[in-house]
């Protein structure tokens, strides 16, 4: 299982962001996909999640209404598009699967 995180870096309150995970070493088409994220001194917190055909998603009340997850199976490309951003909304956010976890992208979220 391999999965990659480009995509991070620096943005301004209320600018947006979009994630990428690429997968591989696995029937991504298979699995359901989560974004989780850890702030600075904070624990591992779940995003978002998104069904194997992508048709259902769930998302924490923290990101309601301003982040929207989706996935291209095609190719094996999870997303996480980000709007509205936050200061609280800094940390390293990762990719996960039943099996395994990508090395994360920082996001910062400061003027």
């Known amino acids: 299982v391999q999965l990659v995180e480009p995509g991070g870096g620096l943005v301004q309150p209320g600018g947006s962001l979009r994630l990428s995970c690429v997968a591989s070493?696995?029937?991504?088409?298979?699995?359901?996909m989560s974004w989780y994220r850890q702030a600075p001194g904070k624990g591992l917190e779940w995003v978002s999640s998104?069904?194997?055909?992508?048709?259902?998603?769930t998302y924490a009340d923290a990101v309601m209404g301003r982040f929207t997850i989706s996935r291209d199976n095609a190719r094996n490309t999870l997303y996480l598009q980000m709007n509205s951003l936050k200061p609280e909304d800094t940390g390293v956010y990762y990719c996960?699967?039943?099996?395994?976890r990508g090395q994360g992208t920082q996001v910062t979220v400061s003027s």
């Open positions: 996960e699967m039943a099996d395994g």
């Open positions: 070493g696995f029937a991504f088409e298979g699995y359901v």
């Open positions: 998104i069904t194997s055909g992508g048709i259902g998603s």
